[in-house]
């Protein structure tokens, strides 16, 4: 059996995994090694008068400290961003600099400003306490609205209200205030789309090995994207040679989009090595990794939507401030301008759309993508605004949708739909998913009982969500156009080896995602051998070529695009050979379970015979290189882009505010499906995730800057009590322009659920005639007290 | 934070200011206090061993006596300083005699956290503190018991 598109193989990473035989970064020991502790401002904004390392210096196993001005004397250059998005006038976004320590002033509660160096962890923690820094606080902002206001406190002085950048899409804004002008209804929604944790289950760590023998350095690093690291480290931070620089991600414990950016940590391991000539390690606690890795979400928005008398969508005009924390991380402009205002159009028809976004410096910690990056934001904003409508309008939300719907194209007989905000949506059908979704709620059936419960007292609510994201991250030439300041394609690499067993190797990087099965999957149907023939390798610079690394949802639309390219190219050279051997022409002979075959005829041979021959070419055909190793890059012709409806219903404690989840339903259409046990996986956990928002979480930062819940005792994750057994289907709309078909199923669940959750709490507080919007996380204390109020 | 309380006590005003101006009285009566040294006019250091919620820390810093109004009111500035992060506060402390023998004390004031004193459990804080300012009013009682049993 060679057939395994489509099945659910189960995981061959997990056997390593569910028995504790990962290999993580921390788990990597060097001869020699050092271990970093790095000493972080304990405010939001405050001078560095002067740092005292002389006691600390003289502890027990202490090798060397480094501060903030050590770094700035040494001449490198900070921490760049990948993207450029500029103010509306055409001038270039403020892009101040990020040194891996500072040196001046403190900008965010956990900003470094030394690092120890020592024996053991220990040893370097407990000198780090004894470092005496004079600071001198400053008064900070942490809201991106209230940064923008004259008179606040700013967080670098280049930037003037702590703007970044201010940046509009869409059709221009007098067309759509004329739009609304005609609109019978307008719904207008403010909130704040919360700041969340990435709280990825292993902790960032970086261990910097530099070898003077030879001159090379080596990074091993917690990333989702090692070469991208490895080329930000050498071209803009270190300014080292990229050919003597490798850099490891090994098994990567989860990432969620916060470990696609390059760190100072990771700069800072490369520099200490080079400088004591011993490998130095540094691995993140958990409270600081509260601190220090990457917030997502952070959104102020105000948005407006206009319905004629019959609930069509005329217009829609949005405003949001985006908090990008104290200073631009990797991909942190990009997130709410290209991934969020580009989403507005969501699946609906709306004519006219205008989205006006400023970015804005804050002293808190940065402000990156975390699993969807900008097109939750988005999804949310628009899914609020059609259940609110539909109460407002006393319509049904469904109906309001279906109405609303782009009609369905396949994107090859029809073409691919044009929003107002840029993207060409590639296939869909829209209203199959949200029809699939009723009907597996029962929705009529529903509506009846809930009405029953509303007279014996209980709230008992339904909330809708529809979505579409942009995934298959990204046509190169599109995102170059917009600011990206690198390509976004990706490299596969497939080896066969003389034995006839396939090593792959692949540019986008799993850590969590199952690609060494999924991809595995896909190399062993194509060639027809057994899926234990072959290897996926990835995560190592020196091993594979290139790569983009894996975001987006990303990994197989273009990193499996990539991988079939190579296959590609591997059967047709091993037809030549094939045909060399069988005395046929190449034109007689069809592939197909793993062996060539002169067709109508019982004479074949077998893929393992044909890449034996192809290293022993003793035989061989006129013109052909011996071996068979290929490598491609696959640059996308579009951003694949799968959408789904999702249905939430919750019961809502009357006397206590508590939500309880009491059902939910995800209709996904994410392309084909190689193995769905892994889609099913991905889809739950993202579901888990958004839910999480919607319910539990948020980073809280006190008007000090301080955060204020930077622990487990204080910031709530789901658990698998708070969640129902999900109900899960799918329809499959292939996407049009890649080999295989996919569109990416790993943010879907985050994206689509958050604003069902929050919705269905709504619907269940009806008969309170609550008007006034939630902010999430609905915790009990919030939803009581507006039942109250 | 938000720092607020009041206790009656049996004794005038000008006792209980004049006990809470005594350096040796308020380190006995403090909760976690060590040490207390009068580095001037009322400017004292402090060394404290407190335990606040999930975390504890010894904290070193100064206190302040300013706008001192005998025996009405006076505010209490505090600085300290630990490995779990910093505290700054200022405390508005008020004596209001209720009659010729009792004194209503209330204090109000704000406290800035940060690092992981600040990251880690504060909401439980506001607990951790009212059980403080309880132990201190307590304590306080107690040496003026003391004093009123001493002979004259």
């Known amino acids: 059996m060679t057939n395994y598109i489509g099945k659910a193989v189960k995981r061959v990473e997990d056997k390593r995994f569910l028995t504790g035989k990962g290999r993580y970064t921390d788990d990597i020991v060097l001869p020699g090694m050092l271990y970093a502790y790095i000493v972080r401002s304990p405010y939001a904004h ?57 040196a001046d002033k403190a900008r965010y509660m956990g900003d470094g400003v030394a690092v ?105 690093t917690t990333s989702q994207n090692p070469h991208l690291t490895r080329l930000l480290l050498c071209a803009f931070v270190l300014g080292i040679p990229e050919h003597r620089v490798r850099v490891v991600a090994p098994d990567v414990g989860g990432g ?20 004591l000539k011993r490998p130095v390690k540094w691995t993140s606690d958990r409270s600081e990794a509260f601190m220090t890795d990457a917030h997502g979400r952070d959104h102020i928005s105000k948005a407006e939507m206009g319905f004629d008398k019959e609930g069509n969508v005329l217009a829609l005009r949005v405003k949001t401030h985006a908090n990008l ?101 590639d296939s869909g059908n829209y209203h199959a998913v949200l029809k699939r979704a009723l009907e597996m709620v029962g929705y009529e059936k529903f509506r009846k009982e809930q009405a029953e419960a509303r007279k014996e007292g209980k709230l008992l609510g339904i909330g809708f969500s529809t979505y579409i994201e942009a995934c298959g991250i990204a046509p190169s030439a599109v995102v170059g156009a917009l600011g990206a300041r690198a390509g976004l394609y990706e490299v596969g690499q497939v080896r066969v080896q003389p034995t006839g067993k396939v090593s792959v190797f692949t ?159 995800a209709v996904d259409d994410v392309g084909n499906v190689i193995n769905p046990m892994i889609v099913d996986g991905q889809i739950h956990g993202g579901l888990a995730q958004g839910i999480g928002q919607a319910l539990f979480e948020g980073a809280m930062y006190d008007e000090d800057g301080q955060l204020i819940n930077g622990s487990y005792m204080d910031y709530t994750m789901p658990r698998a009590d708070d969640l129902p057994s999900f109900e899960i289907d799918r329809t499959v709309t292939p996407c049009p322009h890649n080999p295989l078909g996919v569109k990416g199923a790993g943010e879907a669940g985050c994206i689509g659920s958050t604003p069902a959750v929050v919705n269905a709490v709504m619907d269940a507080l009806r008969p309170f005639g609550i008007k006034k919007d939630l902010e999430m996380p609905l915790t009990p204390e919030r939803v009581w007290r507006h039942m109250q109020s | ?88 506060a200022d405390v508005k402390i008020d004596l209001e005699e209720t009659s010729s023998e009792t004194t209503r004390l209330s204090f109000d004031g704000k406290a800035r956290l940060s690092g992981l004193l600040a990251r880690t ?12 300012s309880k132990q201190f009013f307590k304590a306080l009682e107690e040496e003026l018991e003391n004093l009123a049993h001493q002979p004259a």
């Open chain 2, 121 to 132: 459990g504060q909401r439980v804080l506001s607990g951790v503190a009212n059980t403080l």
């Open chain 1, 325 to 425: 924390g104290a200073y631009l991380s990797t991909f942190a402009p990009c997130v709410p301008t290209w991934l969020h205002g580009t989403l507005l159009q969501g699946l609906y028809v709306t004519p006219k759309i205008n989205v006006d976004v400023t970015g804005v410096f804050t002293n808190t910690v940065m402000v990156d993508a975390y699993r969807g990056a900008g097109r939750p934001e988005a999804t949310y904003l628009l899914e609020r605004l059609m259940d609110t409508a539909a109460l407002e309008m006393d319509m049904d939300p469904a109906e309001l949708r279906l109405k609303n719907f782009i009609p369905p194209f396949d994107g090859v007989e029809q073409p691919g739909y044009q929003t107002q905000v840029a993207l060409q949506y």
């Open chain 1, 507 to 665: 540019g986008a990087h799993s850590h969590g995602q199952g690609h060494e099965t999924t991809f595995a999957q896909v190399v062993a149907d194509r060639l027809g051998i057994p899926l234990d023939d072959v290897e996926i390798i990835h995560g190592d610079s020196d091993s594979v070529a290139f790569g983009m690394g894996t975001y987006g949802s990303r990994s197989l639309a273009v990193g499996g695009s990539a991988i079939v390219k190579s296959l590609d190219k591997i059967i047709e050279k091993g037809a030549k050979i094939a045909a060399h051997k069988l005395e046929a022409s190449e034109e007689d002979l069809e592939f197909a379970e793993g062996k060539w075959t002169v067709k109508g005829t019982d004479k074949s041979i077998a893929f393992g015979d044909v890449a034996l021959t192809a290293y022993v070419p003793h035989d061989y055909p006129e013109g052909v290189e011996p071996g068979m190793d290929f490598s491609s890059f696959y640059d996308p012709a579009n951003f694949t882009y799968p959408y789904g409806a999702h249905v939430a219903i919750v019961e809502v404690d009357k006397d206590t505010g508590h939500t309880k989840l009491k059902r939910f339903i």
């Open chain 2, 1 to 88: 934070m938000h720092l607020k309380g009041s206790h009656q006590f049996n004794a005038p005003a000008h006792q209980i200011f004049k006990m809470l101006m005594d350096a040796d009285t308020l380190a006995r009566i403090t909760p976690g206090v060590s040490e207390l040294e009068a580095t001037g006019q009322d400017t004292y250091k402090a060394i404290a061993n407190v335990k606040m919620g999930p975390v504890s820390g010894s904290f070193s810093g100064n206190l302040e006596v300013a706008e001192k109004h005998e025996p009405e009111s006076f505010v209490l500035k505090i600085q300290q300083n630990s490995k779990i992060g910093n505290v700054a």
């Open chain 1, 116 to 220: 120890v160096i020592a024996e053991s962890r220990e040893e370097a923690r407990d000198a780090a306490d004894e470092i005496d820094i004079d600071w001198e606080e400053l008064p900070a902002v942490a809201s991106a609205k209230k940064a923008t206001e004259d008179g606040a406190p700013l967080v670098h002085d280049e930037a003037p209200n702590n703007k970044c950048f201010d940046w509009e899409l869409g059709n221009p804004k007098e067309e759509v205030d004329k739009a609304m002008k005609q609109a019978h209804h307008i719904t207008t929604l403010e909130f704040t789309n919360q700041r969340v944790v990435p709280n990825a289950m292993e902790t960032r760590a970086a261990i910097g090995q530099y070898e003077e023998a030879t001159g090379k350095y080596t990074l091993y």
């Open chain 1, 256 to 275: 969620f989009g916060s470990k696609i950016f390059h760190y100072a940590e990771e700069a800072l391991m490369i520099w200490c090595s080079e400088r």
């Open chain 1, 46 to 102: 405050a001078k560095i008068n002067n740092i005292d390392t002389s006691r600390a210096e003289k502890m027990d196993g202490v090798v060397k400290i480094y501060t903030g001005k050590d770094i700035a004397e040494s001449g490198i250059n900070g921490i760049p961003t990948g993207w450029q998005v500029n103010f509306k006038n055409g001038d270039t976004m403020k892009e101040p600099p990020h040194p891996l320590l500072v």
